[in-house]
């Protein structure tokens, strides 16, 4: 079975900049879309992906944290990256990864991907 494993959370000051992993096991990223979600202390987890990127690196954005995230996937290394600048305490969060096995394109909406990580938290603040 497909696990997706989260790394790199921690605790951070406003304007710091961090970077999170996501990792593939037993089986490799193969073709399988990518996307970073969060979920604020007290709050929903967020509907649409902050992030998405596919095997051949075509990536989306979320309005919210373009000009600040970035995504990137190494295959070989089954990883995928976000790359979080200039945070801020709203960007307290728990981050999750998660993949869609059904379709090769990133898809915005949470319910598209199927399996997910346990997420590691990022904590923004002075």
């Known amino acids: 079975q497909l696990r997706l494993v989260e790394s790199g959370g921690g605790l951070v000051q406003p304007g710091e900049s961090l970077t999170l992993s996501c990792t593939t096991s037993?089986?490799?990223?193969?073709?399988?879309?990518i996307g970073w979600f969060r979920q604020a202390p007290g709050r929903d987890r967020e509907y649409s992906a902050l992030a998405c990127i596919n095997h051949q690196h075509a990536s989306t954005l979320d309005d919210s944290v373009k000009g600040r995230f970035t995504i990137s996937r190494d295959n070989a290394q089954n990883t995928v990256y976000l790359h979080m600048s200039d945070l801020r305490p709203e960007d307290t969060a728990d981050y999750f990864c998660?993949?869609?096995?059904?379709?090769?394109?990133?898809?915005?909406?949470?319910?598209?991907?199927?399996?997910w990580g346990r997420g590691t938290r990022v904590t923004v603040s002075s």
């Open positions: 037993p089986w490799p990223l193969d073709w399988y879309p």
């Open positions: 998660a993949a869609d096995r059904f379709y090769r394109r990133c898809r915005r909406e949470e319910g598209s991907y199927d399996v």
